[in-house]
C-alpha cells in the first residue's frame, strides 16, 4: 500500500521535472543545469526518504509531498510592499541583506552585489552567469546526490538562492543576512540551494531568516552548500520561524579545510514540520567546528535533527550542543553521528542532546551515534530528556516569582545556554528576545521577527 | 507574627513534625536547633510551602493569615523569607533576572510600581556592600558554581533585597570561613529592625555570638522539646544533646 503511493509520489516528481525541463534548463546557466540529469537518475533510484530507513526512522517525508502544492519555475509576482519588509536590518550593526522569496532571489537594486573588500553576495543564478569560474569550482561540490534522494530532488530542480562570496583574507565586520520568504495565495512547494565560499582566512557571519507570511501551506526543500578555506571562520546562524503549515526540509553541507573554524547555530523557533539535516566533513587537519541547535517545539510541531560530523583528519575539535523544548503533543528527533577515522588521530569530539519535556504527551526521541576508528581521540556524548527541576522552581517561588513565571526562567535559562554561543551581541540579544516571546506565548505568527524583516 | 499550633507534617507517609508549637513575634529572634534529622529543615520548609511535604495537621497564622492555604509565593510576597540550607543552582537564569524578577513581584503585591533599570541596579549595588558580595557573583547564573560560603552570602544578599519581614535562616553560617561568617551575621543585624523578626537555624553557638537570640529551641524528633533563653544555646555547646534524646 505505502510502496505504491511511495513509487507515485516519485514518479509525479520526475513527471514534474521532465514536462518542465525546458522552463527550468532555459532559465538557468549551464553550471546549474550541469548535474541535472545525473540528479534526477539519482532521485528515480533513491526516492524519497523512507519511513523504514533508520535516518528517517521518526520523521515521515512522503505525506508532505502527497499533499496539494503548486510548483512554479519562473518567479510568480506578488505583489507586496517591499519596503514593509525592509524597516528591517539588525539596528546597531547594520546587515547587508540578500532576500529570497518563493525560491527566487528578490533584488532590492541589482541582484549581485559586489562590495568594495570584494564581497559577493546575491542571486545565485546570477553569480552563475557573473562569476561562472567561481560558481562552477564550488557549486555542487559537497551535497550529496548520490545517497540523499531530497539533495538530488533539489539539485535536479533548483533555478536560484544566494550565493555569497568572502574574498581571500577578507573579514566581514558586519553580518550577511539572508532572508527566505514564503508568500502565496495558493499552497506552495519550493526549493533553492544556497551556496557559501569562504575562501582562505577570511571571515564572515551569516544569519538565515526563513518566515512564512501568508498562511497557505509550505514546503521547501533547501541545500545549502559551505566551503571553508583554509584558516577561514565562518559563523552561520539559522532561524526557522515559519507556521504551523509549513514543512522545512533543510539540507547544511559544510566542508573545512585546514585550520578552518565554522560555527552552526540553528534556532528554530516555530515551525509545523522540520526536518534538519547537517553534515560536516573535517577534511583537514585544525578544524573546529561547532554545530549548536535550539528548539522550541509545541501543539503538534515536528522537529528533527540529524547531524553528522565526520572527522577524516587528524587533530580537529568538533563541538555539539543541541537543546529543546517540547510542549503539549510536540513530537522530535536528534541524531547525532560523529564519525572519526582511522587517520583522525587527536581527534576531540563532544556532543550533547538536552530536552526538556512540559508535558506527558510530549515526546523526544533521542540517539548519539558514534563510530569511532581512531585510537588517540576525545569524545564524549551526553543526552537526557527530562522534565523542569521543581527544586529550581520552588526556590524562585519561595523569592515570591509566581509560578508560571518561575517555570518560564527556568525555560529560558535553559534555552539561552544555545543562544549565547551567538558572538554576534545585538543579535543575541534579540533572539533572547525572541525566545521569551516565543515562550510567553506571544509569537504564533512570524511578524514579530527579531530582525524586524516582517 | 507567626503562630505554629500542633503542626504536623508527613513526607512518603512518614511523620517528620509531630506537633510543633511556636510563636514568634515581631523585633524578635528565636534560634532553632536540634541534632540532625530532627526536622528543622522540614519545619522551614513547610512554612514556606515546600508541596512534598503534607501538612496533616495544625495550624500556622502568619500576620493573621493562614498561611498554609497561601501559595509559595504569596507566603513570600507576605513577607516570609527562607534562607535555604543548600541553594539551589539555576543554570542559564542570572541573577541580576532573578532578583528583578523578584523584586517586582513583591512590589507588585505591595501595590508599588515596578522600580527602574536604574534604580535596580542601585539597590543591587547599596545590598551586595551589605553582605560584601563579590560583583562578578551576581553577573552569573544564579548560584552556579558558587561555592558554599557564596552561596550563603547570596542568600543574605537576597534576603537583604527582598527585606522580608519574617526571615527563617536554615544554617546559614555552615560553610562560612570566620570573615564571612561576622559578615553575614552582621548582615542580618543591620536588616534588624522592631517590625521583622527572625528564626535561624544552627548547630553552633558561635554564630549566636553575633546574632543574638531572645528565645532558643530544641527541637528533636520533629517536636520542640525544650525553649528558653540565648543561654540554652552555650548548654548545648557544652553537653551536647544526649540529656535531651535521654530525656525524652
Ligand atoms: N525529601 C525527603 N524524602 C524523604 N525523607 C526526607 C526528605 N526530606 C527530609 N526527610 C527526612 O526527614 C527527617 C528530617 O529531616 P530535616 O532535613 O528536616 O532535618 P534537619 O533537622 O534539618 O537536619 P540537619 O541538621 O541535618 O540539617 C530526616 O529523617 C530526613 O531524612
Ligand atoms: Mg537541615
Redesign the interface.
Known amino acids: 500500500m505505502s510502496k505504491t503511493t511511495t513509487i507515485s509520489v516519485k514518479e509525479e516528481l520526475v513527471d514534474l521535472y521532465l514536462s518542465n525541463l525546458d522552463l527550468i534548463t532555459d532559465r538557468s546557466s549551464a553550471i546549474l543545469n550541469r548535474g541535472r540529469q545525473a540528479a534526477i537518475e539519482n532521485f528515480n533510484l533513491l526516492g524519497l526518504p523512507e519511513a523504514k530507513s533508520e535516518k528517517y526512522k521518526y520523521s515521515k517525508i512522503e505525506p508532505l509531498f502527497t499533499q496539494d502544492l503548486e510548483k512554479y519555475f519562473t518567479p510568480k509576482d506578488i505583489t507586496f510592499k517591499i519596503d514593509d519588509i525592509f524597516r528591517c536590518d539588525i539596528p546597531e550593526i547594520g546587515t547587508d541583506l540578500a532576500l529570497v522569496l518563493n525560491g527566487f532571489y528578490l533584488p532590492k537594486g541589482d541582484k549581485l552585489k559586489k562590495l568594495d573588500n570584494g564581497v559577493i553576495y546575491g542571486s545565485l543564478a546570477e553569480a552563475s552567469v557573473k562569476y561562472p569560474e567561481i560558481v562552477s569550482k564550488h557549486y555542487n561540490t559537497i551535497a550529496d546526490n548520490t545517497s540523499e534522494g531530497l539533495v538530488a530532488l533539489n539539485t535536479a530542480f533548483i533555478q536560484d538562492g544566494v550565493f555569497i562570496y568572502i574574498p581571500k583574507g577578507v573579514e566581514m565586520d558586519r553580518p550577511i543576512q539572508i532572508i527566505n520568504l514564503m508568500m502565496s495565495d495558493e499552497n506552495l512547494f519550493v526549493q533553492y540551494r544556497n551556496l557559501v565560499v569562504m575562501e582562505e582566512s577570511s571571515k564572515a557571519s551569516i544569519v538565515i531568516c526563513d518566515h512564512t507570511l501568508s498562511v497557505q501551506k509550505f514546503l521547501s526543500n533547501v541545500v545549502t552548500e559551505v566551503v571553508a578555506k583554509p584558516n577561514s571562520n565562518l559563523e552561520l546562524i539559522k532561524m526557522q520561524n515559519e507556521h504551523n503549515d509549513s514543512a522545512q526540509l533543510s539540507h547544511t553541507y559544510v566542508h573545512q579545510q585546514r585550520d578552518s573554524k565554522v560555527t552552526t547555530n540553528t534556532i528554530s523557533l516555530h515551525g509545523g514540520f522540520i526536518r534538519n539535516n547537517l553534515n560536516v566533513l573535517l577534511d583537514d587537519v585544525g578544524c573546529e567546528n561547532n554545530s549548536y541547535g535550539l528548539h522550541l517545539t509545541d501543539r503538534t510541531q515536528h522537529i528533527d535533527n540529524y547531524s553528522f560530523i565526520d572527522h577524516a583528519k587528524p587533530n580537529c575539535t568538533s563541538n555539539e550542543l543541541f537543546k529543546g523544548i517540547m510542549d503539549d503533543q510536540a513530537t522530535g528527533a536528534f541524531n547525532g553521528r560523529i564519525l572519526v577515522r582511522r587517520d583522525a588521530q587527536q581527534t576531540q569530539a563532544f556532543q550533547s542532546n538536552n530536552n526538556l519535556l512540559l508535558t506527558a504527551d510530549a515526546k523526544m526521541n533521542t540517539k548519539p551515534q558514534l563510530e569511532i576508528y581512531a585510537d588517540d581521540v576525545k569524545c564524549s556524548h551526553g543526552a537526557t530528556v527530562g522534565q523542569l527541576d521543581m527544586e529550581a522552581k520552588f526556590y524562585m517561588q519561595a523569592r515570591g516569582i509566581g509560578e508560571k513565571e518561575a517555570k518560564l526562567l527556568l525555560m529560558i535559562g535553559f534555552a539561552h545556554d544555545v543562544v549565547k554561543k551567538i558572538s554576534i551581541e545585538p543579535l543575541r540579544v534579540r533572539i533572547d528576545e525572541l525566545v521569551d516571546k516565543r515562550l510567553r506565548g506571544e509569537l504564533s505568527r512570524c511578524h514579530n521577527c527579531p530582525m524586524h524583516c516582517c | 507574627m507567626l503562630k505554629i499550633k500542633d503542626l504536623h507534617a508527613n513526607i512518603k507517609g512518614k511523620e517528620i513534625l509531630r506537633g510543633i508549637n511556636l510563636e514568634i513575634k515581631a523585633g524578635e529572634v528565636h534560634a532553632i536547633m536540634g541534632p540532625n534529622g530532627s526536622g528543622k529543615s522540614t519545619l522551614a520548609a513547610v512554612l ?4 512534598i511535604f503534607e501538612v496533616t495537621h495544625g495550624e500556622v497564622t502568619f500576620n493573621d493569615k493562614n498561611l498554609l492555604e497561601l ?3 504569596d ?3 507576605e513577607g516570609l ?2 534562607g ?1 540550607q543548600y ?7 542570572s541573577m541580576v ?2 532578583m528583578k ?2 523584586v517586582n ?2 512590589r507588585k ?1 505591595r501595590g508599588l510600581e515596578q522600580l527602574s533599570p536604574a534604580d535596580f541596579l542601585k539597590m543591587m549595588r547599596e545590598k551586595k556592600e551589605l553582605v560584601e558580595i563579590d560583583s562578578a557573583l551576581t553577573n552569573r ?2 548560584n552556579e558554581g558558587f561555592s558554599g560560603g557564596e552561596k550563603k552570602k547570596n542568600e543574605i544578599f ?1 534576603m537583604a533585597m ?1 527585606d522580608p519581614k519574617l526571615s527563617i535562616l536554615d544554617e546559614t553560617d555552615s560553610g562560612l570561613d570566620i570573615d564571612a561568617l561576622r559578615i553575614v551575621a552582621n548582615g542580618v543585624n543591620k536588616l534588624k529592625t522592631a517590625n521583622n523578626a527572625s528564626i535561624v537555624i544552627t548547630h553552633y553557638q558561635r554564630l549566636l555570638d553575633y546574632i543574638v537570640p531572645d528565645h532558643v529551641h530544641i527541637l528533636y524528633n520533629g517536636r520542640i522539646v525544650k525553649s528558653a533563653g540565648k543561654e540554652l544555646a552555650l548548654e548545648l555547646e557544652e553537653k551536647g544533646y544526649d540529656w535531651i534524646k535521654n530525656g525524652e
Open positions: 514556606a510551602g515546600r508541596e501559595s509559595p509565593e507566603r513570600s510576597r523569607f527562607l535555604f541553594p539551589i543552582e539555576i543554570p542559564g537564569v533576572n532573578f524578577a523578584a513581584e513583591q503585591h547564573s544564579v537576597q527582598l
